[in-house]
């Protein structure tokens, strides 16, 4: 029998092995057209929750009904963080959720609680951080064990029902780690509190960091370090962001927040080697399979080098910041196909993510009928039936790529552009006018033919935060182009959330949405991101209208966000309100990601306003800001 101390280290260590899976499995029938089960999500207002109401895993809400009963059982709480077009999230639901065996063991030794980081991101923000400090790498489905008053002990991303072997060694299932979970807590719970104790503190010192900076003169120099610091993780033969000493493998994310920052210093500076780095980007993620190039707008990043294979989920925010860096990009280079790129993913917002009223959605699924990119790829067959005439077929085959071997799951076709346009019109013999002219009518029948297909579950929940980045993204794209559309529809977007996401008392919320068969409301307080991005927003929309009443609005929630999220002692902003529900640690968000971090945003907004007020108050309040975070480095 293995001792309980060593039983304990097996667990914790067991944890950091990760293993991908593309297995599922069917719910159980029940033969009768209704859930054989329904658990206490069912009353939740989120899609991402509601997809897990019929599991036979007892899923609670994140609150204190779920932390008493584990207090009253002395269980330990399996705690689970995903979001609605998460494909592993999915995946893992089908294999171990749904699974009622899997789902006795969680149901009978833990209490199960399931979080939308999308509706929560300060839950999902503490806990990531709980992992990421353990030296694992983050991602979702985040899967947690915690204590009953929610301090975490370990956790992991997704794991396969049942060990499986990799290679020469036996990684753990999910049973294998429940049981060695609960064992080791009912053998020598003392020890999980002390990997507890010092796995919450670890978290407390990522998360806030309350510890003055060393002198950091706030120079032209802290922005040349910074630029040199991405020139050095600069990929020049693809463009985007990676490790050199790797060849730049593994995942690439667009990171929109650098390449906004590498124009504006080439613009302020003159400097257009930093223009042409964030060109290079641009162009090959333009002709990549990260792109759409049927639909218009990007996926959420290349599970790549070279952007041509993505991992096929739609969010908004990545559309949003895109917007407005291929903006700014066509207004200093006038490339025309920054026009084209921008136009196009502006009408996939248009036409998939914004709602009737003005709002806009959050997500749309990477995968239909549990198969990952099957609404966006193409076997051969399908583009043939496409497009019944030879010469047509050969052109697009040739166009995007698709006359060689498949080059997804070696059965589908991405479409993406191995070569430029003019480089394409070019061995054609033709112009890229005529390209072009040529292409529309053809892309216009694969649209139609993809149409047809079943689509991507859509998240119809509108998010304030994401809201004011494509608020932002809109206003900048109508400023540049001259396009009174794109303003109009910021204004519409922007006055939907100042009416429906903001209270009486000038207080944000954070979501837009409804119960089945109930009216959407606003609900969950604001959090820092609300009035960081909804700001950046309301600028660009001052900025393109000159309109005072977007500055007003944007100063009072800006008023706002210091009452409420500021730190009076060492500067900066908390990304919950301090009336906000209290956790074993505050987060200040501080890091650029994929999105950048609120923190950021907020210091850039206030400069914005100080410029725009003269208001002696925003800039000290962005000095403060600066002055917090200048030397900070990620953990």
Not at 224 to 235: A, M, N, R, S, W
Request: charged residues 25%; aromatic residues 12%.
């Amino acid at each position: 029998m293995v001792h309980s101390r060593s039983r304990l280290l097996v667990a914790l260590n067991l944890l950091a092995g990760l293993l991908v899976s593309t297995g599922a499995s069917a719910d159980p029938p029940n033969g009768k057209g209704q859930p054989k089960f329904t658990n206490r999500l069912a009353r939740e207002t989120s899609p991402y929750l509601l997809m897990h109401a019929h599991n036979p895993t007892n899923w609670y809400a994140w609150g204190p009904e779920a932390f008493d009963k584990a207090k009253k059982e002395g269980k330990l709480v399996f705690l689970s963080i995903g979001y609605s077009s998460c494909y592993w999230c999915h995946v893992m639901e089908r294999e171990s959720f749904n699974n009622e065996a899997i789902a006795k063991i969680l149901n009978d030794s833990f209490v199960c609680i399931k979080v939308d980081r999308e509706e929560r991101p300060d839950i999902d923000q503490i806990y990531m951080t709980s992992l990421t400090v353990q030296r694992q790498s983050g991602g979702w489905p985040l899967s947690m064990f915690l204590l009953p008053d929610g301090r975490p002990i370990v956790g992991g991303t997704y794991w396969p029902p049942d060990d499986r072997k990799f290679e020469d060694e036996v990684v753990r299932g999910f049973k294998s780690i429940l049981a060695l979970i609960a064992g080791a807590y009912k053998d020598n719970p003392k020890d999980l509190e002390k990997q507890a104790d010092k796995l919450a503190a670890a978290t407390t010192l990522a998360l806030e960091d309350g510890r003055p900076n060393p002198l950091v003169h706030l120079d032209r120099k802290l922005l040349t370090e910074t630029v040199d610091g991405l020139k050095e993780e600069f990929d020049p033969e693809y463009g985007g962001f990676g490790n050199p000493n790797k060849r730049f493998k593994g995942p690439k994310f667009p990171m929109p927040c650098r390449l906004e920052f590498l124009l504006q210093q080439g613009e302020r500076t003159g400097n257009k080697a930093l223009i042409e780095m964030v060109g290079i980007t641009l162009d090959h993620m333009a002709l990549g399979g990260i792109y759409d190039q049927i639909g218009g707008g990007f996926h959420r990043y290349s599970t790549e080098r070279t952007w041509n294979v993505p991992h096929f989920e739609k969010m908004l925010y990545d559309n949003a910041q895109l917007a407005e860096v291929y903006a700014r990009a066509f207004r200093l280079t006038k490339k025309p196909h920054y026009r084209r790129i921008l136009e196009e993913t502006l009408a996939y917002v248009e036409r998939e993510l914004t709602s009737p009223v003005g709002a806009f959605y959050s997500s749309q699924d990477a995968e239909t009928q549990h198969e990952e990119g099957r609404f966006y790829v193409w076997t051969p067959e399908e583009l043939a039936a496409a497009l019944p005439e030879t010469k047509d077929l050969a052109f697009i085959r040739k166009l995007y790529g698709a006359d060689g071997k498949p080059n997804f799951e070696s059965k589908y076709h991405i479409l993406n552009l191995p070569k430029t346009p003019f480089e394409a019109a070019k061995d054609m013999n033709i112009t890229t006018a005529d390209l072009y002219a040529r292409l529309g009518p053809l892309r216009q029948k694969l649209f139609d033919a993809r149409e047809k297909r079943d689509k991507p579950f859509l998240n119809k929940i509108a998010l304030t935060a994401w809201s004011g980045q494509m608020i932002a993204g809109l206003a900048a794209a109508g400023q540049t182009l001259d396009q009174p559309k794109y303003v109009e529809a910021a204004k519409k977007a922007a006055a939907f959330v100042l009416k429906h996401q903001r209270t009486e008392k000038g207080r944000l919320l954070h979501t837009y949405g409804a119960q089945p068969g109930q009216k959407p409301k606003a609900a969950v307080r604001g959090y820092l991101e609300d009035y960081a991005f909804l700001v950046h927003g309301l600028m660009h929309l001052y900025d393109a209208t000159k309109d005072q009443h977007w500055l007003a609005d944007a100063r009072a929630l800006t008023d706002s966000m210091i009452e409420f999220h500021g730190d009076k002692k060492t500067g900066g902003y908390y990304f919950t309100a301090y009336d906000g529900e209290k956790f074993f640690a505050r987060s200040k968000d501080q890091f650029d990601g994929a999105q950048p971090a609120a923190n950021s945003i907020a210091a850039r907004n206030l400069v914005r306003l100080w410029v725009a007020t003269g208001e002696d108050k925003y800039r000290a309040e962005a000095e403060r800001s600066f002055r917090a975070f200048a030397g900070k480095k990620p953990v």
